[in-house]
């Protein structure tokens, strides 16, 4: 069974930085592109990065690019995004996900990122 | 345009029809497939619709989609209690080299 578990998210102050994990399970991690998709407190799904099956090729949406930066691990496993500069508007739930022909297939249950001092 | 357009609410009663409509771009809709995602209130978003028409295991033969052109819609035929969420479309961008979400549909029945 897949498995997607984010880990990370927290409190920082505007400014700081955070790093986020996603463990993968169930399947084969480096045969999936990666990506990482954020819903801000009552808003909708909003696109955050793109990570290819070796970690070269990578995407960002416009909102954070130059802050963050995403990449994996395949012999463990597991997709990061490190999070600088952050902003108040970065507040949201953060969820990994598998991206296999354009469709985001598994998604993980989230981490919480609060900006706020 | 960096969104795709949804209707913002719909809603029906149980065992009616209820379609949402999604709008978009050539550089999304228009060259790459549609997908469509349900999210279930206080839970992750889940693939419902992908490939334009295509359900994964387990989705119910109650959710159809379609796609002409930059358009596309996603139907509900006999409503269910159950099947109050919100509903994403979503799209590669050629681009943007970005992944496009819809701007969201309240399903409420």
């Known amino acids: 069974e897949v498995h997607l578990v984010e880990s990370g998210g927290g409190l920082a102050q505007p400014g700081g930085s955070l790093r986020l994990s996603c463990a993968a399970s169930g399947f084969s991690f480096n045969t999936y592109e990666m990506n990482w998709v954020r819903q801000a407190p009552g808003k909708g799904l909003e696109w955050v990065s793109y990570i290819s099956l070796g970690g070269s090729t990578v995407y960002y949406a416009d909102s954070v690019k130059g802050r963050f930066t995403i990449s994996r691990d395949n012999a463990k496993n597991s997709l990061f995004l490190q999070m600088d500069s952050l902003r108040a508007e970065d507040t949201a739930i953060y969820y990994c996900?598998?991206?296999?022909?354009?469709?985001?297939?598994?998604w993980g249950q989230g981490t919480l990122v609060t900006v706020s001092s | 345009q960096s969104v795709l357009t949804q209707p913002p609410s719909a809603s029906g009663t149980p065992g009616q029809r209820v379609s949402i409509s999604c709008s978009g771009r050539?550089?999304?809709?228009?060259?790459?497939?549609i997908n469509w995602y349900q999210q279930l209130p206080g839970t992750a978003p889940k693939l419902l619709i992908y490939?334009?028409?295509q359900r994964p295991s387990g989705v119910p033969d109650r959710f159809s989609g379609s796609k002409s052109g930059t358009s596309a819609s996603l139907a509900i035929s006999g409503l269910q209690s159950e099947d109050e969420a919100d509903y994403y479309c979503?799209?590669?961008?050629?681009?943007?080299?970005?992944?496009?979400f819809g701007t969201g549909t309240k399903v409420t029945v």
């Open positions: 979503a799209a590669w961008d050629d681009s943007l080299n970005g992944y496009l």
């Open positions: 490939k334009n028409n």
């Open positions: 996900a598998t991206l296999w022909e354009q469709q985001l297939d598994y």
């Open positions: 050539t550089s999304n809709i228009g060259s790459n497939t």
